[in-house]
């Protein structure tokens, strides 16, 4: 009897593993369990009944232990089934006894249908695990990839990755002012007079990126969406949700949709980018710059907008999101070059739009509204290393050609008429390095233009004749790792703005006109502890002041906190 249930236990799970040649030896006749039972039943010290039921419950769990490789056997099932009929006949013809009660209080089956239904069941089994394989290589499934901190969530639906990351950050900032005359185009908040307390945004507003990547016929293809919204009220005007805020009741936080663009390429032919994303032009001034993840000069304080200046005008001219078809090479060697073609933006008086006093004879700049042909942007990189010194050296440049400039006077008779057909053609260029030795950081930049202006793109680039205004600027910026989580940083910038050949020197008139910004600087110091993988706590104090042509001056200082975000 006994041999004749290790028989059957064997043409069971002969036909369970069919598709395991490589990891069980078949048939196997019986296991250290099924000796046990038959010692035991031997003995008297079990019952047939007992007997059966235990040896029938080893013998389901083991058919289900294997189910997990039915993805190798499909292809044998039936041939397993005849294998397991083959070792039922045998044993029948050896005299063993026909079968086993698997379930107690019912019949005995016969061997070779409980044989063939374990068969079948390992066949449907290895068919479910193929058509699931299937339908994962598909897409019809989405998996999740490895976490990396500060890279977002990475889901992959078949060919196509779907990243999510993105930042949210939040400063309390208090500025006092520390007094003087106001200057037109100055960023200081000096001669305001009142001091004033702000729980707002540093330099970046809240950001939530989307990109989607796949590859192609060989061709790496992606498309990004970029959504940044603020924390205070909005309060749209020229520079949109970028404006100075409105901290009225009912209002609402604006949302600067800074990016959206696609790009296509590889490896060895380069990547071509098209739509809005941040220029090429002193782009690495204001990724490396530490006020990035801060708030450093405020702007308006009082009522703030989208974002602070951070070092924008006191240290390099903010770079700005445009729409542009562009090209990045190949890196060789370290090197990498991108050069593109960018939407022409307008020669803008920014000194006539601060302008506080609202006298004087006429507007400081001439502004313009006609483009024949685009902007144009370059950058090239470098990175390399000696010994444990890593470099990153960077150059870009600009090029636009202004046309229609145009000026009025306050009392609203034309200075300079878009008529005249009065163009120039604006140029600049900087370079930058940044520099990391252990736990050391440091960075250097300057930039100089001819008709650029300061802060912003073109801001009183021209001046109300026409002429072409130089403007130039530098910061440096060192930083020190204390520990791994704690750093210390501190910089100093300024940005010039220098006067047109034979325009007046005596901006500032005794009726009171405040005068055109000559120099905006700034001096920051900072703490930055990493809480976790996602949280950055952040202490900042900055002083800002202004100077302008006619002598006047204005000064304020400035006291942050916060926590950064970022996933």
């Not at 702007?299 to 729409?323: E, K, M």
Request: charged fraction near 15%; proline fraction near 4%.
């Amino acid at each position: 009897m006994a041999s004749g249930k290790k028989a059957l236990l064997a043409t069971v799970m002969a036909a369970s593993v069919a598709g395991m040649p490589h990891m069980l030896p078949t048939p196997a006749y019986a296991d250290d369990y099924a000796d046990l039972l038959d010692v035991l039943r031997a003995k008297g010290s079990l019952t047939r009944h007992e007997y059966d039921t235990l040896l029938a419950k080893h013998v389901h769990h083991a058919a289900l232990a294997a189910e997990p490789h039915a993805t190798h056997a499909a292809h044998v099932a039936s041939g397993s089934a005849h294998t397991a009929m083959a070792h039922a006949a045998r044993g029948a013809q050896a005299g063993y006894e026909p079968g086993i009660r698997f379930d107690p209080g019912t019949g005995e089956n016969d061997v070779s249908l409980r044989a063939e239904d374990a068969a079948t069941r390992a066949e449907a089994s290895a068919r479910s695990a193929q058509e699931a394989a299937k339908a994962l290589d598909g897409g019809n499934f989405v998996r999740v990839a490895k976490y990396v901190p500060g890279k977002g969530l990475t889901f992959k639906a078949g060919p196509i990755d779907i990243n999510l990351s993105g930042f949210v950050n939040g400063f309390y900032s208090y500025n006092s002012p520390a007094g003087g005359r106001p200057i037109a185009g100055g960023v200081s908040s000096g001669s305001s007079g009142f001091d004033s307390s702000a729980v707002r945004n540093g330099l970046l507003p809240a950001g939530f990126i989307l990109k989607m990547n796949t590859v192609q016929q060989g061709m790496d293809i992606s498309a990004v969406l970029g959504m940044y919204p603020g924390l205070d009220n909005a309060k749209p005007a020229a520079f949109n949700a970028n404006s100075g805020g409105s901290p009225v009741g009912l209002g609402t936080a604006g949302i600067d949709l800074r990016q959206v663009y696609m790009t296509f390429g590889n490896k060895d032919i380069g990547t071509f980018k098209i739509g809005r994303d941040l220029a090429l032009f002193a782009s690495d001034a204001i990724m490396n710059d530490a006020t990035l993840l801060s708030v450093g000069s405020t702007g308006s304080n009082a009522s703030p907008g989208n974002t602070s200046l951070g070092r924008i005008g006191v240290g390099y001219v903010y770079a700005d999101w445009i729409p542009q078809i562009s090209y990045t090479s190949p890196k060789l060697g370290g090197f990498q070059g991108s050069v593109g073609i960018f939407q022409p933006l307008d020669e803008f008086g920014y000194a006539d739009a601060t302008n506080p006093t609202g006298v004087g004879n006429s507007q400081y700049s001439a502004g313009s509204t006609q483009h024949s042909s685009p902007m144009v942007q370059g950058r090239a990189v470098y990175d390399f290393s000696v010994s444990d010194v890593q470099f990153h050296i960077w150059a870009s440049f600009l090029i636009q050609h202004m046309q229609g400039l145009s000026s009025q006077q306050l009392n609203g008779n034309a200075l300079l008429s878009s008529d005249q057909h009065r163009s120039t053609m604006v140029e600049a260029g900087d370079i930058g390095s940044k520099v990391t030795y252990g736990p050391f950081e440091g960075v250097a930049y300057y930039y100089r233009g001819s008709g650029l202006g300061t802060t912003g793109l073109f801001f009183d680039g021209v001046d109300a004749n026409g002429r072409k205004r130089s403007s130039e600027g530098y910061y440096v910026q060192g930083a020190y790792h204390i520990t791994k989580k704690f750093r210390l940083v501190g910089s100093y910038g300024v940005s010039n703005l220098y006067l047109a050949g034979g325009e007046n020197t005596a901006l500032e008139s005794a009726s009171g006109s405040a005068g055109l910004v000559r120099r905006n600087q700034s001096e920051v110091g900072a703490a930055y502890y990493q809480m976790t993988d996602w949280l950055t706590v952040i202490g900042e104090y900055s002083h800002t002041s202004s100077s302008a042509h006619g002598g006047s001056k204005e000064s304020d200082n400035t006291a942050s906190g916060g926590v950064m975000l970022m996933f």
